[in-house]
């Protein structure tokens, strides 16, 4: 199991906010973004239309690991996320919690391979 240390993205604790203004998992949820906030992605493709939801689903370059697919398969707004990701190398989970912390909100990581 991998583990990622929290980071704290400023926004208010009652309408936690990306820079755009969007709440932040669902900044984090839309396949649109990855390549935003994921620097190791390259040539996104939407596999779905529509706003984040469960099943939502894209595919990309990932450096090092070549080409993956993710989908999301929990959509708890605005507490949790889950992303599912298979490629030829292994299949990944990230679970994503976002907590109001201060004036801005907690996001802690924990992944699996």
């Known amino acids: 199991m991998l583990s990622w240390n929290a980071i704290s993205v400023a926004a208010t604790p009652a309408a936690p906010h990306a820079p755009c203004g ?8 839309d396949p649109a973004n990855q390549s935003l906030w994921n ?11 529509g706003p984040p939801r469960l099943g939502s689903r894209m595919s990309g370059d990932y450096s090092p690991l070549g080409r993956i697919e993710t989908e999301v398969t929990v959509f708890e707004r605005p507490s949790r996320l889950v ?4 490629g030829g190398q292994a299949d990944m989970t990230l679970d ?3 907590d109001a912390d201060g004036t ?4 802690t990581v924990v992944g699996s391979v």
Do not use: Y
């Open 83 to 86: 992303l599912f990701s298979t």
């Open 104 to 107: 801005g909100t907690s996001m």
């Open 22 to 29: 969007w709440p932040i998992i669902d900044f984090v949820a």
């Open 39 to 49: 620097s190791e992605l390259t040539n996104p493709v939407l596999l779905t239309d």
């Open 96 to 98: 994503f919690r976002f």
